[in-house]
Structures are given as C-alpha cells and as structure tokens.
C-alpha cells in the first residue's frame, strides 16, 4: 500500500485533531481546526481530556521534507471540509490554480527583493500565503486584513502553523489602518456593496452610478496604503470598467496609477459568467513610473489544458522580457 502523500498526511492530521475536538468540546468543525493549529503551533495541548489522543496524533505532524506550502495545502482541504460541513462564511476561497498563477506574476514583478505586502481582505489568509510561499525572497513583511471574527481566527492560526510572519488587523480595511505603505497590495476584491455610507464619503471612488461599491473603494484604499512605484495585483470583475459608466475609474486610475496587465481568467472557471474575473496589474505613480510600452492584455486558457498554458506563460514570460524593466 503506498504511503499518503505529505499534504494528505498533514490532512489527516488536522481533521482527525479538530474532528476529536468538535465533538468533545462542542464546538464547530472550523473553531476545532483553529484549536488544532493553535496546539500544534504552541507545542501543548489545551484540551487536557483528549490529551492522550491528540499527544500521539501530533507527535507525527512533522514530517522531514516538508514545507509551508504542504501545510498551506493541507489547511486549506481542512478549511473548506469546515466550510461545506455547517459553518456558512461569506466567503469564497480563491482557487488554488490562481494563487499559483498570481505567485508566478509576483516573481515577475518583485523577483528576489526583502519587500513587504498587503492583503486588505485576507479572508483565511490562503492567498496571502500561497503568493508568499512561491516567492523566492526570504524576507517577506506579511500584513492580513480581515473584518470577520472567525475568518481571522482561521487566518491567524494558516500563517502560524506555515511559520509565517504575518501581522494580522481585525478591522473593515476599508477604514483608516495602522499599516505604513506596502512594496505590493494583493487582493481578491469583494465584491458588492458597501453599507457605510458615512465612511464611504471620504472616497473619490463612493459614487459609481449613484451606488457605493466595495470593489471600487478596495481599489482606491489599496493604492493609498501602496508605496510610490509599489505594486497592486487585485481580482477584479471583469465586468469593473462597464459598471462604471461615467468613467470615474478610468479618470482615478490615470491620474494614481500605471495598468501594467489584465489577464481575464478562463470561463470555465465561473458557473455564472456574471461572476468571472480578471487579475488586474498596477502601478503606482512615482517617480520615474513609466507606463509599459504596451500593457499586458490575455484570455487564459484553462489552467488544465497544460500545453496551451505553458505557451500563455512564454507569451507573458516574452512581454516582461520586451516591454517591462522593473522600477528601481
């Protein structure tokens, strides 16, 4: 019988650990995970009557050759095991296909560099992390946003069992933050509406045909908290530019900001084409910020279809290459 790969391992780790834990101390599947993690990262446990279950169960958790991004894997079954067994979050966790592409984008942009980045809507902090884990700087200053309670919690205890440094912020990100401006902003914008309208106000971006839009607000707060010359990879609608009929965007983008690419992410990845989304590169004005000769403009094809991916890949490989020298 072979033996199960270091990512189904580390699974079965986990959800034997929160499974026990919900059970015993009645609590969800999700809060049972955060628990686990918290356990396994402090090197004791808390549960003092599963003791001499959980003892023997994480004595195996480490493995020789694993790394960060098998525990990031691992969580992440976990968390949306949690999530289709009870807990209803508002929210959706972005594919492991695109944060895979979008870690592959960040080493275009910021190749070896210490540098630091911000996810303003962290959500379980799998994005943030995934990019970090395929980066090939060893010092990353992590900083993670997120407004709901348990997400952070689940957010919080992903980065600390990678032994991750991230500094995470319980607040709406879209209010003033304690967080000096960041080399790179990532994001998988949420998109919708935005209920402050009072808070709102104070953006140039609040009124888009008469409605307040969170994902036109994360876009202005994202360049604000970005440095001069730093960088914005955000997941955008691809519908963003249409919804805003009377040019606002455009009109704020021109004047803060460079488009470097728009990479429309395959069809087949959305049920509802009204969903579909584009990963949108950018900029931020600086000195010596010159727009690319031509901007970096593509339909993915499905990221399963390896052939035609890998020519995508040489394309975009080819334009960095022709059309973008990084900033200094």
Excluded at 250 to 270: N, R, T
Excluded at 279 to 301: H, R, S
Aim: aromatic share 8%.
């Amino acid at each position: 019988m072979n033996e199960p790969s270091i990512v189904q391992h580390l699974f079965d780790v986990l959800d034997q650990s929160a499974s026990l834990i919900e059970e015993s101390q009645s609590v969800t599947y999700l809060e049972a995970l955060c628990m686990t993690a918290e356990n396994i990262h402090q090197d004791r446990i808390v549960q003092k009557d599963l003791e001499k279950q959980l003892g023997p169960l994480y004595d195996t958790f480490f493995r020789e050759g694993m790394t960060a991004e098998d525990v990031r894997r691992a969580y992440q079954l976990a968390v949306l095991k949690g999530m289709k067994t009870g807990t209803q979050l508002n929210h959706q966790m972005t594919p492991d296909s695109i944060v895979l592409f979008m870690g592959y984008l960040l080493s275009k942009l910021l190749p070896s560099d210490t540098f630091s980045m911000l996810d303003p809507a962290a959500g379980t902090c799998n994005l943030l992390t995934g990019m970090i884990n395929q980066s090939q700087s060893e010092t990353i200053e992590g900083y993670a946003v997120e407004v709901d309670d348990l997400l952070i919690k689940v957010a919080y205890n992903n980065a600390n069992l990678q032994q991750r440094n991230i500094e995470f912020f319980h607040q709406d990100s879209l209010r003033p933050m304690l967080i000096d401006p960041v080399d790179i902003t990532v994001c998988d914008v949420p998109v919708g509406y935005y209920p402050d309208k009072e808070n709102a106000s104070q953006f140039t971006l609040s009124n888009i045909n008469g409605q307040i839009y969170s994902h036109f607000l994360m876009i202005e707060q994202g360049l604000k908290y970005t440095k001069e010359a730093g960088y914005l990879m955000y997941l955008v609608p691809n519908d963003l530019f249409s919804q805003d009929e009377g040019n606002k965007l455009h009109g704020f983008l021109k004047d803060q900001a460079v488009i470097i690419g728009l990479l429309q992410l395959p069809a087949s990845m959305f049920k509802d084409q009204r969903h579909a989304k584009s990963i949108m590169i950018m900029q931020k004005k600086g000195p010596d910020v010159e727009p690319p000769k031509q901007a970096l403009l593509a339909e993915l094809p499905s990221f399963s279809n390896e052939r035609a991916l890998s020519e995508m890949m040489t394309r975009i490989n080819d334009w960095f290459h022709s059309h973008w020298s990084k900033q200094k």
